[in-house]
């Protein structure tokens, strides 16, 4: 049993095509959840993710919201292509909810002005350790972004929309409604939106100067200069952020809630494992549980699954698909593959039993939802230390910083964690850690951004399930 419209079939034309456009979600997300972060630091705005996906973010179409985690800081929500006006009963005078919707010049609709723009240069040389001999690299490299956006906020007021609860009823008999209920999934409608006022355009140059690797830690070096320009055209009327009430549905009737309970973390009170690296550890036992019990084969097929897609931007989101699938529907129609890096694992998940591959399934999306905090090149330095055997130390590392950030923004990083065989173990190490907001120095002290927390949880978690399946019980 599938959902109408989302049946996912993923053809070679569809796998390229969603090729191109990965760099522009990326800079789309940046864009939205920078204007959220302005916007509304401490609320509960959420950004829009996927420039593919803003249709169905707008006012009154209903969406359904991901389990969310502690790494996490604001909720995710899948689109369900349905509004409200589609499960609600015909009303006693036969008009429609979308003239809830404010026009352009009505007073539920605000205009905004922001604009951003940034430069990151970094000079020097650095002396990098490489197979078979040593190469000191000189140079500089830099990054700029730039934009400037009208923005409109559009607003339902709940005044309206509990006149309309009381003139409407819900259609229980509506087939997507009845499946919803079968998943105890809840449903959520789309109350405020912030929009393009018009056509704005977002744009990333970077560049390399002379004998420089710009990113050390791949391995190539451009000699010369390099440039890279990358640019995204958001249309007016896209929707950047948004807000949603859930919906309580009992018989033919509905309410909002306005006031949902918030997520709190559950902190253990152990004395090793205390406040957020507690919590972060019994999350990730309690969600992928199942992973410590596979056979060591399995977890070789896994283990080779999740490589394969942290290194191809296509096979992650036909993963993440075709998981979200089972998940929302239990199709095992969905596990099929063109992918040969894919076609092993979903060959068995096909055969396992409906427990287990619900198991296996939430395992796996919670394992990609960590991936997905995290930047694609990150993605490449955790397939050179899974390759180097260095992911149990590297946990170590984001362990023992864990423990002590929450007590203090500067701490000093225990030296035998940052001691590699290889110098460039080491540079990947802190690399890698810099990207997630952490800046570890040659004397030890280290310190942490103000985005660090939620990069560095997703970091754990990422290097926490890279370890358990790279060493099977």
Known sequence: MSFPHQQRIW???????????????????????????????DGDLVPVRSML?????????????????????????????????????????????????????????????????????????LIVPADPARAELKGAASLASEWSIKLQKKHIPPAKLEALKTERKINTNHTFLQQLQKTGQNLYVVHETIETLEEASYQEISEADGNFMAQFYVKFCAKGTRGNKQSITIPKGCTLAFRAFKLAISDATWDLCYMPRKQTLRLASDDVLEGIL???????????????????????????????VMGDRNLFQELSHKMEAVLDEGDRGELKTESAALKDLLSRLHHSSADILLSMAAAITYTL?????????????????????????????????????????????????????????????????????????????AACTEDASSATEALYVSLYILNLLSNPC
């Not at 790494?71 to 979308?98: A, C, H, I, N």
């Not at 990730?284 to 084969?297: E, F, G, W, Y």
């Not at 130390?393 to 964690?417: M, N, T, W």
């Open 11 to 41: 053809h070679k034309s569809t796998l390229l095509w969603i090729k191109n456009s990965s760099s522009c979600n990326r800079m789309f997300k940046k864009v939205t959840q920078s204007i959220v972060k302005q916007m509304d630091p």
């Open 53 to 125: 996906d803003h249709e169905h973010f707008r006012p009154l179409w209903l969406v359904r919201r991901k389990k969310q985690t502690i790494f996490q800081r604001s909720p995710r929500y899948k689109q369900t292509w349905y509004r409200l006006e589609d499960v609600l009963l015909p009303g006693q005078d036969g008009k429609s909810s979308e003239s809830l919707i404010p026009n352009g010049g009505e007073q539920d609709s605000r205009q905004f002005l922001i604009k951003k723009s940034g430069t990151d240069r970094i000079d020097g040389s």
């Open 278 to 308: 507690g919590a972060l550890e019994a999350e990730v036992k309690r969600n992928c549980h199942i992973l410590s019990m596979l056979s060591s084969q399995l977890s070789i097929i896994l283990l080779k699954a999740i490589k394969a």
């Open 369 to 445: 939802d960590a991936l997905e905090e995290l930047s694609e090149d990150q993605h490449l330095l955790l397939l050179e230390s899974l390759e180097n055997k260095i992911v149990s130390q590297q946990l170590k590392l984001v362990e023992s910083i864990l423990k002590q950030r929450e007590y203090r923004k500067g701490f000093s990083a225990d030296p035998s964690l940052l001691s590699f065989s290889r110098e460039r173990d080491r540079q990947v190490t802190i690399a890698m850690m810099e990207m997630s907001g952490v800046k570890l120095r040659e004397d030890g002290s």
